[in-house]
């Protein structure tokens, strides 16, 4: 069975701070993808990042940044120098490849709120 | 790219009437949608798999007779909340997938209210 773990359920910064979101995911498929969304007040979930499991790179958007972790089985997510618009609700989710149709397993979210 | 709209966006009805929610995929040819639930402050959950041209797969737990799924096209999916009651008000999102590309894109969502 699939699983995506968010531990932090609610996170608060002031403007400029980084912050991080952790995501652990476990998983027997040794091909899978794992996802970053972004969910701001609206509803709309925004979609960030995709990253397969062969592809241990880090990669950087802008202020975003992506820490994947085969080892430790974990895809964190940093956002350096916050914005106010930053605030929303941020999900990893998980895709394996035995899945059917492509079913994403999500984890329970992570309420970031960035105060001016 | 990759947009999906759906619609409304918010709906308001009367218990024991039904309410459709159309999700459409305005870029791309959407072989399977997806349909989730999402109550305040908690995950997505995901209600049923639909793929166009064939009957949907529901989760275990949701009731395949109270929303109706069809997937008639390439580009739209709809939900239909049959005899709404209050406690099917939630906010309800699709998403399309376009294969063979993992990711999903979700719509904008639908918030029900069943007074």
């Known amino acids: 069975a699939q699983k995506v773990t968010q531990a932090q359920t609610e996170i608060s910064v002031v403007e400029k701070e980084d912050v991080t979101l952790d995501c652990v995911y476990e998983?027997?498929?040794?091909?899978?993808?794992l996802f970053w969304y972004k969910q701001p007040p609206s509803g709309e979930l925004v979609f960030l990042i995709r990253r397969n499991s062969f592809d241990e790179q880090n990669e950087i958007s802008g202020r975003y940044s992506w820490n994947f972790q085969k080892s430790t089985s974990s895809f964190n997510f940093t956002i350096t120098a916050s914005q106010v618009v930053d605030s929303a609700v941020y999900f990893c989710a998980l895709y394996a490849g035995g899945t059917s149709y492509g079913k994403l397993t999500f984890g329970q979210g992570t309420i970031l709120t960035v105060h001016p | 790219g990759a947009v999906v709209s759906q619609h409304p966006s918010r709906v308001i009805c009367k218990s024991g009437t039904s309410v459709k929610i159309e999700c459409r995929s305005l870029d791309f040819q959407a072989t399977t949608m997806f349909w989730y639930r999402q109550f305040p402050k908690q995950s997505l959950m995901l209600m049923a798999t639909s793929n166009e041209g064939s009957k949907a797969t529901y989760e275990q737990g949701v009731e395949k007779d109270k929303f109706l799924i069809n997937h008639a096209s390439l580009t739209l999916s709809t939900l239909t909340v049959t005899s709404a009651h209050p406690e099917d008000s939630s906010f309800y999102i699709c998403s399309a997938r376009d294969p063979p590309a993992p990711e999903q894109f979700f719509g904008p969502g639908t918030r029900l209210t069943v007074l």
């Open positions: 998983t027997r498929d040794t091909t899978y993808y």
